[in-house]
């Protein structure tokens, strides 16, 4: 998210994401272009209907906002916790170590 405001920042395109903006289809598309290219493949193809960036940004924040609220909290106790100690193998610690990142 931070990238992608920087980047619209730079390009003075930042305005296109935000409420009652007043952005020319020329910005608009630029910002689609921009956001679509850094996105999934998969939520590409959902959002493929959706013409306006600000619609868009605001369908992908209500889509992944919970993960700021829920799971990277419970993943950054897990990660702090992670010792290479507590693990008999270094499969069960890697295991463990990518249950945590997934």
């Known amino acids: 998210v931070l990238d992608v405001k920087l980047h619209l920042s730079a ?3 930042r305005h296109t994401i ?3 903006n007043a952005a020319t289809n ?3 598309a630029t910002t689609l272009i921009f956001v679509r290219h850094h996105i999934d ?3 590409k193809y959902e959002y ?3 013409e306006n960036p ?3 940004w605001q369908n992908l924040n209500d889509r992944f906002e919970y993960l700021k609220v829920v799971v990277l909290p419970k993943a950054l106790n897990d990660w702090s916790q992670l010792q290479f100690q ?3 193998t270094v499969s069960e610690y ?3 170590l990518f249950e945590i990142v997934s």
């Open 86 to 88: 507590d693990f008999k």
């Open 54 to 56: 600000l619609e868009l």
């Open 11 to 13: 390009k003075k395109l």
């Open 41 to 43: 493949d998969g939520l």
């Open 26 to 28: 020329e910005e608009r």
């Open 94 to 96: 890697n295991s463990t």
């Open 48 to 50: 493929l209907t959706v």
């Open 18 to 20: 935000e409420e009652e």
